[in-house]
């Protein structure tokens, strides 16, 4: 997709979640507002594909706008969330739509032969195995962290801890090629992936961590951490789907804020894509770092001044 498409289509995605918002479409008083939604679609969108946490931003927009209908609604925080990931999966698939179609395409051929003969098909297979270990520490330990993880004091040093983790594996010289990948390689950042299921740590941002760690270029990086996040986005968006959505009791009002949102970031997740990926090309990901200390440090301070709770 062209820039100029890219920015066009992001824009009237942006345009028909706001009208959406303001008519206030599939409302419910009480229930989450579709502006609630508009800007946490935005967040999502932006978050889950820079490398500084969409979970975590989650989580602490509800907190310093003092929205308590998510917390005090937690099966519908966990099913909105999932609308929120099936917009980025939304863009990404159409960015990397070239790349998806290749990669499906070659890996079912190296299927019905048994064997690996193009680097695509390499590429492809590297995918899926990486995306194993986050799938299984998601299914074993999603209850665990759900109770435990995601408090907003928590949620600051994360961010602070990971950002400095990220600086030092940016100083990796760069060496590899997304076509130099190696098994190796493959499951030691699907490995780091898990990781994300940890609220601040950033899902993209450990994925291009392990990735600079381990030599790949910053724009490597980038795109490997983008095409992991297809299986496994979907995997949950279907899993969910079926049993919260299809099979489960939602309370009234969940339609609005899940169109409003899901467009949202779909809109705001194709202008982070774009803006990542030329930006890594000329520069390191230090304003990442930045912004993630930064935001930790705003966290504690307010904590610390008792303007807000530690915990929701």
Same mark, same amino acid.
């Not at 967040?43 to 602490?60: A, C, D, K, R």
């Not at 003092?66 to 929120?84: C, G, H, I, M, S």
């Not at 390499?122 to 074993?140: E, S």
């Given at each position: ?7 066009? $289509?992001?824009?009237? #995605? *942006?345009?028909?979640?706001v009208?959406? %918002? &303001? +008519? ?6 009480? !229930? /989450? ?32 706008g ?12 966990? $099913?909105?969330?999932? #609308? *929120?990931h099936?917009?980025?999966?939304? %863009? &990404? +698939? ?6 998806? !179609? /290749? ?18 098909e ?19 330990g ?20 990971? +950002? ?38 950033s ?87 930045v ?22």
């Open positions: 997709m062209r820039a100029a498409a890219l920015w066009s $289509t992001a824009a009237a #995605a *942006l345009l028909v979640a009208v959406l %918002a &303001v +008519a206030g479409v599939g409302e419910e008083p009480g !229930a /989450l507002t579709n502006r609630q939604a508009l800007v946490l679609g935005i967040v999502q969108g932006l978050t889950e594909l820079l490398p500084i946490s969409s979970s975590g931003h989650l989580g602490l927009v509800p907190w310093l003092d929205w308590r209908y998510l917390a005090e609604q937690p099966d519908f925080n966990k $099913t909105f969330d999932v #609308a *929120l099936l917009g980025t999966l939304v %863009a &990404v +698939a159409a960015y990397f739509r070239r790349d998806v !179609a /290749l990669l499906a395409a070659a890996w079912l051929r190296s299927l019905r032969r048994r064997s690996l003969e193009a680097p695509e390499r590429v492809a297979w590297l995918v899926a195995i990486a995306t194993v270990p986050a799938a299984i520490a998601g299914a074993a999603e209850t665990l962290i759900e109770d435990h993880l995601g408090h907003p004091w928590q949620i600051a040093i994360l961010l602070a801890v990971f +950002a400095l983790v990220l600086w030092l594996a940016d100083r990796t010289p760069e060496r590899r090629e997304l076509e130099d990948l190696r098994l190796a390689t493959a499951v030691a950042v699907g490995a780091a992936q898990a990781l994300s299921l940890m609220p601040g740590v899902r993209s941002g450990i994925t291009i961590t392990a990735g600079r760690f381990l030599g790949l270029t910053r724009e490597t990086a980038a795109r490997f951490s983008f095409l992991l996040l297809i299986p496994i986005v979907l995997g949950a968006v279907l899993l969910k789907g079926w049993t919260d959505v299809v099979r489960g009791d939602l309370p009234a009002g969940w339609v609005g804020p899940f169109v409003v949102g899901t467009i949202a970031a779909a809109a705001s997740g194709l202008a982070a894509i774009s803006a990542l990926l030329g930006y890594v090309r000329r520069h390191d990901y230090s304003v990442f770092v912004y993630r200390l930064a935001a930790a440090a705003v966290v504690l301070l307010l904590i610390a001044t008792g303007v807000r709770d530690a915990t929701f």
